[in-house]
């Protein structure tokens, strides 16, 4: 009886053993596939950190396949044509070796910014932003990361340029037109046009402001390229002042021009019929109540008569020249002549010359003289 007893109790024991046996090598197997599944799951973890994309650009960079990579170019300025993005990278990194930093314009964790070095430099900035989160063991966050923008550090802008120029002229940096959103302030009244403004609209300038030029622009005004010559440039700071240009002046307006003038004189040397009498013989040359021919009333009054008594006056040497159009209605020519005459007291030569910018406007049909300038 005793012996059924201890033989029942030892069956129950091999059983209990065998079981435990069992329970321990189930746990076993748990916990290594638990163990595979929290490794697998840290190296998802790991995988899925925005490090690990930047790591991989960095590499594609260095390594120079980055044709699959959409870059932005460092283009500033509108006037400036962009470069090949690819080549200009390449161009940036020149083999040396690249890391990569947290931007400090990064605040967004779901769309993080870094900024790629070479070196001290910084070349590059890359915006990724998290397409898709999900959750593993319950408390890890992951993400699944696309690359928002690859654009390239910009180079330092070296020129600014400050333009004056007629208001109807067209204006291009690098062939593109400046517009008013390039104007700076509203179009003055250029200057020397203070007796043309009492009788017809005045010409106006505008001032043009163009900044952020990496490079040394072309300018062109009214279709002409200006020379570098022509400009001011100190410490990047372009400055260019342009008048109108010059143009050809028909054969009929040139003679009335020269002829003009040449009237004008004559009154002062007395060599004008009347013209002791009266300013009448130059009247027809000024706009009603102009200030040269209150300043030919005095001349013939107090000084005329000192003027030298002289043989008929010879012109020599004329040219008329620098015809400029402001508008419809005012122009300016330069005329210019020698006046030789032969005083009869002494039989010397005297010698006047002539060299002004005659100011014209044209009114009620005719081209009168408004203002006049001594070409200098």
Known sequence: MEKEVSRKKHRKRSRFWFGYRIYLIVLAVLLVIMWFAVWNTMKKYEAAQPDKVIDNIVNKIESGEINDLKISSSKKSKFEPDADPIAELKEKVNGRKLSYKLSTESYDSLAPIYDI???EEKIATVSLNSVKE??????????????????????AANYAATITVPENYEVTINTIPLTAEEKTGDAKVMDGFEYVAEYVTPPKSVTYKVEGLIDMPVITVNGRTVEESELDIKDGKITYN????????????????????????NFFSKDLEGCRNSTAPIEGLFPAG??????????????????SAHQPPVFSNEEVKDYKVYSEDCF????????????????????????????????????LIADMKENV
């Open 242 to 265: 342009c008048g109108f240009d010059s143009e050809e002046i028909d054969s009929e307006l040139r003679d009335y021009v020269l002829n003009a003038a040449k009237t004008y004189t």
């Open 290 to 307: 102009s200030y040269y021919i209150q300043m030919a009333e005095n001349y013939r009054q107090q000084d005329m008569w000192t003027y």
């Open 117 to 119: 070095m070479a070196e």
């Open 332 to 367: 300016s020519v330069n005329v210019v002549f020698d006046k030789s005459m032969i005083l009869k007291l002494n039989g010397q030569e005297r010698v006047d010359h002539n060299d002004q910018v005659y100011y014209y406007v044209k009114i009620d049909g005719k081209w």
């Open 134 to 155: 999900y959750k593993k063991m319950a408390i890890l966050v992951l993400s699944d990361w696309e690359i928002s923008s690859v654009t390239l550090a910009g180079k």
